[in-house]
């Protein structure tokens, strides 16, 4: 995947990196993948608030063999890989989100998680923007919120 990664004191600075992430996307022409997998994120790496500055990742996922060749062509980009993984989702809709609706998606997630005997990797949750074509200025994308899932160590050793 190709990343614009940095640190973000508040939302505001968040959501003005996805303006730049989006028009770096829009400048290169990178090739999509289909559906879902083809759908920009990002990755909150830490928390964002008035105590914590992230930092958090603008991703979109590229074709593998294509990778190493787009992220010499795209150089505000870092490329990045990450071992495969389940994440646990929970589908949001298309309406602006607040921070207590994220929350409670987080809690559901870890609860559910925690169920399951598996805990949240430490790869950052993730809020993924999907939006279907054609995409205009009328757009609006879908939000999923989801949490990467590892194996509690005592559900491991069972």
């Known amino acids: 995947m190709l990343c614009l990664r940095r640190t973000g004191a508040d939302h505001d600075a968040v959501v003005a990196m996805g303006k730049e ?77 607040s921070p207590a609706q994220w929350q409670l998606a987080s809690d559901a997630l870890h609860t559910w998680a925690g169920t399951r005997h598996r805990r949240p990797a430490a790869l950052g949750a993730r809020v993924t923007f999907l939006a279907a074509p054609p995409i205009t200025p009328a757009s609006r994308p879908d939000y999923d919120f989801a949490v990467p899932l590892g194996v509690l160590e005592t559900a491991a050793a069972s």
């Open 21 to 97: 992430f989006m028009a770096i996307l829009h400048r290169h022409d990178l090739p999509r993948l289909e559906g879902t997998a083809g759908a920009a994120f990002l990755i909150y790496h830490g928390e964002v608030s008035a105590d914590s500055d992230g930092p958090v990742g603008w991703c979109i996922r590229v074709p593998a063999e294509q990778a190493a060749g787009l992220a010499a062509r795209v150089p505000e980009l870092t490329l990045r890989t990450e071992a495969g993984h389940e994440e646990a989702y929970v589908p949001l809709g298309t309406a602006p989100v």
